[in-house]
């Protein structure tokens, strides 16, 4: 049987193009973006992992869902942005503004906030100082090796950091939100669903909410 390619999707763009626009449902692995406008743009569950983004403008813009990975946001401009159940990890935020920014259900994990600008930390977020470490029980264990055979769910790197270690920011986040039995059945349930992809946390969290009606 032929295995189905992940699209990845680039974002390259460079000194002042305005992009206002809708992103849904991204994979901008390794994208490249300097001084880019992004004013009012919003992005759903999109993944900037490994990306590029310095210099660039994001002024009134819309996170929802969006997946930070080492991703570099040197002197971006924030103000007044939305971030809802966004995940900064290793994220390079040096010279960034987040004057008048809002956040909802937000983690930052390993990442530097010297030399960052109007950063409000005092709601709507949890800071991580070191990556969490799970105890997975064999159950859930059995059921994630499964998935490493499901490329929409494994190539997005959302539960497995690679075939041999599984993502443990992710797992803690899940486990903390749904009860063990119900997350292995979702699960179960989500790698049946060969038609979907999984691109972000937050994108199979909502996968899993409507399938388990929580």
């Not at 992004?38 to 590029?52: L, P």
């Not at 002024?59 to 080492?70: E, R």
């Not at 956040?103 to 600008?117: M, P, R």
């Not at 059995?142 to 690679?162: A, P, W």
Request: aromatic letters at 14%; hydrophobic letters at 35%.
């Amino acid at each position: 049987m032929l295995k189905k390619k992940i699209k990845i999707y680039r974002m390259n763009s460079f000194r002042g193009v305005k992009i206002g626009r809708t992103y849904n449902y991204h994979y901008f692995c390794k994208s490249r973006s300097f001084k880019t406008n992004f004013n009012n743009a919003k992005f759903y569950n999109v993944n900037f992992r490994g990306s590029i983004l310095t210099s660039c403008y994001f002024k009134k813009t819309t996170f929802i869902g969006v997946d930070f990975l080492g991703t570099n946001l040197r002197r971006s401009n924030f103000e007044g942005a939305k971030f809802n159940n966004v995940i900064f990890v290793g994220a390079l935020l040096d010279g960034c503004n987040f004057r008048n920014a809002k956040f909802k259900d937000c983690v930052f994990v390993n990442t530097s906030f010297h030399n960052v600008k109007n950063l409000d930390l005092s709601s709507g977020v949890t800071i991580l100082k070191q990556y969490p470490k799970v105890n997975i029980s064999r159950q859930l264990e059995e059921v994630l090796n499964l998935l490493k055979d499901n490329e929409n769910i494994f190539n997005y790197r959302i539960l497995h950091l690679s075939t041999k270690k599984f993502n443990h920011l992710s797992l803690k986040i899940l486990l903390e939100k749904f009860p063990e039995h119900k997350l292995i059945r979702g699960l179960v349930k989500a790698n049946e669903r060969k038609d979907l992809k999984f691109p972000t946390l937050y994108s199979l969290e909502t996968y899993l909410r409507n399938y388990l009606k929580m």
